[in-house]
């Protein structure tokens, strides 16, 4: 089992529409938990970053987390079509005191539809 | 964003031959990261910096160097290219302090023929 699993989609939904992207974590020492977009040829640009479990908003971006169940969920609210990407969810445990590598989903292909 | 420029954006080589991509931050994080892109496979760490001279390896380092002689350069260098090392790589960089987020560069893209 790996560590981070993350359905790869394609996901494709009608713009406007309330937009569900989640992933299931199997390491309980994972406590920072991120959520980035990638456009096509374009490098991993950070779109929400938390601690621990409970919710975090900036403006249509919601980012929830429940360590309980290992499960993080991105939601993004009025779905645009410059939305299209792929997300991907990353973790990693508490820093050491120096560098930590992120563990990462393999990402979800996001599809808006004008 | 954190203001990373990653060089070649592009590469083709032949197998055996030895490559270096470089990695240069405007931001003057003290910590960097290698990593790769692979379908199928997300994003894995190959290497990582705390700081000048100070590196360690990641979770896919076998074939794979760095060195990082100044605060905002980090090079990997793959000694003798193979076909399984053609993948997209980015670096990041993150500030000193606990558990700083990471931003990224925008890849390179490595063909090994």
């Known amino acids: 089992q790996k560590e981070v699993e993350q359905d790869p989609g394609p996901l494709s939904v009608p713009e406007g529409a309330i937009v569900s992207l989640n992933c299931t974590y199997s390491n309980s020492a994972f406590q920072y938990f991120m959520w980035y977009r990638q456009y096509s040829r374009k490098g991993p640009e950070l779109l929400m970053y938390t601690y621990s479990s409970g919710n975090k908003e900036d403006g249509r971006f919601t980012a929830q987390v429940d360590k309980s169940s290992k499960y993080i969920s991105l939601f993004i609210r009025d779905s645009q079509p410059s939305d299209s990407a792929t997300y991907l969810c990353?973790?990693?445990?508490?820093?050491?005191?120096?560098?930590?590598?992120?563990?990462f989903g393999k990402g979800t292909h996001l599809i808006i539809q004008p | 964003d954190a203001g990373i420029t990653q060089s070649p954006r592009h590469k083709v080589t032949e197998t055996g031959t030895p490559v270096t991509l470089r990695c240069h931050q405007t931001e003057n994080h003290r910590y960097m990261y290698w990593y790769r892109q692979d379908p199928g496979h997300g994003l894995r760490l190959i290497h990582y910096s705390y700081g000048v001279k100070d590196t360690d390896k990641g979770e896919v380092s076998d074939g794979y160097s760095v060195s990082r002689s100044k605060t905002e350069d980090f090079l990997l260098t793959l000694e003798s290219a193979t076909s399984s090392q053609t993948s997209v790589y980015f670096c990041?960089?993150?500030?000193?302090?606990?558990?700083?987020?990471?931003?990224f560069g925008d890849g390179t893209r490595l063909s090994i023929l």
């Open positions: 990041a960089t993150s500030s000193a302090g606990k558990d700083q987020p990471q931003h």
């Open positions: 990353a973790m990693k445990p508490p820093s050491g005191g120096g560098a930590d590598g992120l563990t």
